[in-house]
């Protein structure tokens, strides 16, 4: 190599660097939006966990009240998990769908996973005026306040993912499926999916470890 050559080298990196390149160059948008909305998650999962742990120790704390076995119905429970888990399938077929850009078929699979979250929210709430009308509600001991806090907690995630469902839906009507739609539908369907995950330790940990 010449001296010429040496001389020119320094600038040639540069110029990769700046056009992104070798070492240099952000990231893409997609990459760093997913990766800052894992850390969402992420921390998501240390609150539930600290849940779990909360509901671990108040477990035998029932001041003389209903257990766990007493008032949970595991038929309706495991008719929840089956109504997330497929609401979960559903939701990667539409991801799937829109990276394809068929919006006809994102929109029919979005339906199918809202009709779904819907069914669990109503067998929940169902479940938790039950419990209520018998005068278990959250006040009556320290078991029954963190199974609320916990079950109810992830309730409102669902409700939550439900409303987001929605505003993706007009969002993907009325502009299509643009760039920035597509990261915002990668970041409800990462969301979904860890709801998905928390509910399975749910129906493990509180509703088959009771009954």
Known sequence: MTLAEIDRAPNEVSSERARGRGGGGP???RIVVAYGFWIFILSDMVMFSALFAAYAVMLGNTAGGPTGAELFNIRSAFIETMCLLLSSYTCGLGALSAERRDPARFLIFAAC???LGAAFLFIEV???AGMVEKGAGPSRSGYLSAFFTLVGTHGIHVASGLIA???LVAQ???KGLQAAVLRRLL???LFWHALDIVWIGVFTLVYLWAT
């Open 126 to 128: 169902t479940e938790f």
């Open 113 to 115: 996973t809202f009709a």
């Open 27 to 29: 990231a893409p948008k």
């Open 187 to 189: 970041c409800w369907s």
């Open 165 to 167: 469902l929605v505003y």
């Open 172 to 174: 993907v009507i009325a």
